[in-house]
């Protein structure tokens, strides 16, 4: 089985497809490497596509100390299965609390990035809902590590952001229930203590968004309501970043709608290697030099 190891040792498994420009997935809090099927499956026509699961998540290592599930640590483990690969710069995409993952990616090593996708991000970032967000977190932690990973996969699969997953698609909702129910209690638990409720939250990295000159693309679904503002809000930090909200469409937006979504990835990766992602936007400069003549 193939390995890429973190700094710290950790081995993460990995698998790619394909050839042509790099692309990583990145995903999910309930997802494992196999979440990013429907993309490895049609992008790696014309891609190299590599997907991996990031720690905790078995068939990679599963640490036992809280330290290893901080937000840098999950940062750095993308860049070191791109060095492992020897990928100088990939496009890279995450989905939820792989998307966060991936704007700390684009906000700390962005000469290794094509483009990034952040896909499903934000949750838990409302100010007003914090405290209401750690207390679930925390909830969540605590129902992995006493019911055990069968009973737990189940209960989180069911939750709200997934019934539409579920009413589209139940022969796929099916699958992604089975595959969480394969992962580690204790990888689940250690991640969302750690990551999930240590990490800033995207009101926290306000005055970092405008910085990002990466071509960024912001996908989410209409019905996705504990990611949908913060969406909102990355489109209107990141001056590079388009917006894409697909309708009557919840959490689990790839694997849930995903021709939609491997559309929106050709065209960001295919204008972002032109060199024409923000080719519409007109200079300022260029459309008021014909009214100063008047």
């Known amino acids: 089985m193939p390995y890429a190891k973190a700094k710290d040792g950790t081995k993460l498994y990995y698998e790619e497809a394909g050839t042509g420009t790099p692309v990583i997935f990145v995903h999910e809090y309930a997802g494992d490497y196999r979440s990013w099927e429907p993309q490895m499956r049609y992008l790696s026509r014309l891609y190299r596509c590599i997907t991996f699961s990031q720690r905790g998540y078995p068939p990679s290592d599963v640490p036992t100390a809280d330290d290893a599930y901080l937000q840098p640590v999950f940062r750095d483990d993308v860049i070191a299965v791109l060095n492992h690969l020897k990928i100088d710069k990939a496009h890279v995409v995450g989905h939820s609390m792989g998307a966060s993952t991936v704007l700390h990616v684009g906000l700390d090593y962005a000469s290794r990035c094509h483009s990034i996708t952040l896909a499903g991000c934000g949750w838990g970032s409302d100010p007003n809902g914090r ?4 207390k679930m977190a925390t909830e969540i932690a605590e129902m992995f590590r006493k019911e055990g990973i069968e009973k737990a996969a189940n209960t989180y699969a069911n939750f709200g952001m997934r019934h539409q997953y579920k009413a589209k698609d139940p022969r796929g909702w099916a699958e992604f229930e089975h595959w969480m129910s394969e992962h580690s209690a204790e990888g689940h638990a250690l991640t969302m203590l750690n990551l999930q409720i240590k990490r800033a939250t995207l009101y926290e990295l306000a005055d970092r968004l405008p910085g990002i000159s990466l071509p960024t693309l912001v996908i989410t679904g209409d019905e996705d309501e504990s990611c949908l503002d913060g969406s909102v809000f990355l489109k209107r930090k990141i001056p590079t970043a388009g917006l894409m909200v697909i309708p009557r469409a919840g959490h689990t937006i790839n694997s849930e709608e995903p021709a939609a979504f ?26 008021a030099a014909p009214l100063a003549k008047k």
């Open 262 to 287: 491997n559309q929106a990835l050709l065209e960001l990766f295919t204008a972002a290697e032109a060199g024409r992602w923000m080719s519409h936007r007109l200079d300022a400069s260029a459309v």
């Open 131 to 134: 405290e209401n967000a750690v």
